[in-house]
């Protein structure tokens, strides 16, 4: 793939990222992993994906160092990238973790100040559900795994949330 810093028409300023995604969400391995390409300057084996958008091209999906040069902003795009790599340390480890088993027979951690429970759901039974501070999910899950990855994802976006704040 040919960069597009020198191809007319493409603005070098303006952009702004509207997501990220780790192109090893799903759990792939290092060596199983479908790395991506930016498409700004076309650098191979991107992990961590920013997509920016500007509001004359379009979007790109780009690396960390283009995002930075993209926007303006090298320690924004460098901290979102570092905020990213956090979450997938944590998700890969979240299954790992020591779960307790409640008196009603639920798994169950306390992490961050919040309560997080896996339990079957008892409206369909073999699939489960999960619950942060008494706070139901919506969707059931196959396994107690995919619940708890679930659970995870939901986790995440409440601390985020919780840390944006302060």
Request: glycine share 8%.
């Amino acid at each position: 793939m040919t960069s597009l810093w020198n191809k007319p028409g493409v603005p070098h300023k303006g952009w702004r990222c509207v997501n990220i995604y780790d192109v090893r969400e799903g759990g792939s391995s290092a060596e199983e992993a479908v790395y991506a390409t930016c498409e700004m300057c076309g650098k191979t084996e991107i992990r961590f994906v920013h997509t920016m958008e500007h509001d004359e091209y379009g979007t790109l999906d780009v690396g960390c160092i283009c995002a930075g040069k993209m926007e303006e902003d090298y320690e924004g795009a460098q901290r979102r990238e570092a905020t990213f790599r956090n979450r997938a340390a944590r998700r890969a480890k979240w299954l790992s973790r020591k779960w307790r088993t409640s008196a009603k027979g639920n798994h169950y951690i306390n992490a961050e100040g919040h309560n997080l429970v896996v339990f079957p759901n008892k409206f369909q039974p073999g699939r489960w559900k999960f619950s942060i501070d008494g706070n139901f999910s919506s969707a059931s899950y196959d396994t107690p795994d995919e619940a708890k990855l679930a659970l995870f994802d939901a986790f995440w976006s409440v601390i985020e949330g919780d840390h944006r704040r302060h």
